[in-house]
């Protein structure tokens, strides 16, 4: 099912979008009126609008990926994931979060003879996509140190919102969505962003990827799907299955995802995105201003 080119309004465009994650194996919930709590009625599993990570997802996931290690063990890698970052700029805090999901969260835990070890706890199933939890919600109130925001789009990997997405309707430009919207939420709920792997922004016909620190005349328009010889159409459409397909997002998270330090003034870690389809292949090619990764850490692409 595709993404119609010209919705009439944004929430047409939202439920199209919608469709389109779930064909491609999202599961998918509308949370505008979210109920709260982690019982069955819940619907994201929060305790409040203030957080951001869903905690019983996570932590099912860790479950899965380690089992052989305690308890104790998954609880500290949950606390370290979660805790308060708001002391450290959001780069930095995006930075130290994408080393722990692709290198995993380092905890000390006793034995019961006394002794302290470290174990890693890994929070993602890079290998194998299928054995994650894909979740895109819709109209998703976050509430930070001041005010309320609601997200038009929140994609949660094991329970950690890894995609932001801003949608206008057909008739406005999606650099509205960029200055109005988004600039807006990187200031007012900033402990979103530290998990985030990338930024999505369009009205349905026009549709642009960005990473966190990323100025407006970095945000890249993604033409293909799979092939370098195939025509470019720019869409929402293209740009979705061109990346947010479950091994797609992960290989781009994982593979391609690299920090660069700047100088002037104070140091910071900046992330800038040119994405495009690279040879024959479905994999993605990645120009970004980044560090390295978990295969290989001297890898980037020019």
């Not at 929140?154 to 995609?163: D, T």
């Not at 328009?221 to 720019?234: A, Q, T, Y």
């Not at 495009?276 to 980044?290: E, F, K, L």
Request: charged share 25%; net charge negative.
């Amino acid at each position: 099912m595709g993404v119609a080119t010209n919705p009439d309004t944004e929430q047409a465009l939202e439920s199209a979008t919608l469709a389109l994650f779930a064909e491609l194996g999202w599961e998918t919930v509308d949370a505008y009126h979210e109920v709260h709590g982690t019982g069955p009625e819940a619907t994201l599993g929060r305790e409040h609008r203030g957080q951001v990570v869903l905690v019983p997802r996570l932590r099912a996931a860790l479950e899965r990926y380690n089992p052989t290690l305690p308890p104790e063990a998954l609880d500290l890698a949950v606390e370290e994931l979660t805790r308060d970052r708001s002391a450290m700029t959001p780069v930095h805090a995006n930075r130290e979060i994408t080393r722990q999901l692709k290198d995993g969260v380092k905890v000390t835990i006793r034995s019961p003879e006394g002794e302290e070890r470290v174990e890693t706890v890994y929070v993602v199933d890079w290998d194998t996509p299928e054995n994650n939890d894909f979740l895109l919600a819709q109209q998703v109130w976050v509430t930070g140190e001041v005010y309320t925001r609601r997200a038009d789009l929140v994609g949660f990997v094991n329970g950690l919102p890894l995609l932001f997405g801003e949608l206008k309707a057909h008739h406005k430009r999606i650099e509205d969505a960029y200055r109005d919207n988004l600039r807006d939420y990187k200031d007012t709920i900033p402990h979103l962003f530290w998990y985030n792997a990338f930024l999505l922004l369009s009205n349905g016909s026009d549709a642009r990827l960005g990473t966190l620190t990323a100025g407006w005349e970095h945000f890249s328009r993604w033409k293909k799907i799979s092939e370098e010889e195939e025509e470019g159409v720019i869409s929402l459409e293209t740009l979705v299955r061109g990346t947010c397909a479950p091994a797609r997002f992960l290989d781009i998270v994982e593979n391609y995802t690299l920090f660069h330090e700047t100088q002037g003034g104070t140091n910071t870690w900046a992330w800038r995105a040119l994405w495009r389809p690279w040879g024959r292949s479905a994999r993605t090619r990645a120009s970004w201003a980044c560090s390295g990764t978990r295969k290989g850490r001297a890898r980037a692409f020019r």
